[in-house]
Nanobody, 125 residues
Framework: QVQLVASGGGLVQAGGSLRLSCAAS????????MGWFRQAPGKEREFVAA?????????RYADSVKGRFTVSRENALNTVYLQMNSLKPEDTAVYYC?????????????????WGQGTQVTVSS
């Protein structure tokens, strides 16, 4: 059974940083896309960042987080991270990690088959 377990959320002041982690078990995603989505209250789930774990290190980011967030992978631990810097109140949301079985770094949630439970990130002004 595949499981994705996200951690690292919390409460932080605007301008602060958090690092989210997502550990996968049940299968390896070393050659598949893993990434992050978020959902704020009253809003639809939106793409944040994703990466394919090939040597090219292809990544993709939502425009709203470019230059502030960094997605990375660690093969040996079957883990994806999201380093979030310069956080803003509008980054407040539940953050979900996700994994696909494909190799295209896509922003569409329907392309991701496996989902973690979500971790709350709250940024105070």
């Amino acid at each position: 059974q595949v499981q994705l377990v996200a951690s690292g959320g919390g409460l932080v002041q605007a301008g602060g940083s958090l690092r989210l982690s997502c550990a996968a078990s049940g299968r390896t995603f070393s050659r598949s896309v893993m990434g992050w989505f978020r959902q704020a209250p009253g809003k639809e789930r939106e793409f944040v960042a994703a990466a394919i774990n090939w040597s090219s290190g292809s990544t993709r980011y939502a425009d709203s987080v470019k230059g502030r967030f960094t997605v990375s992978r660690e093969n040996a631990l079957n883990t994806v991270y999201l380093q979030m810097n310069s956080l803003k109140p509008e980054d407040t949301a539940v953050y979900y990690c996700a994994a696909s079985t494909g190799v295209l770094v896509t922003t569409r949630s329907r392309d991701y088959i496996y989902w973690g439970q979500g971790t709350q990130v709250t940024v105070s002004s």
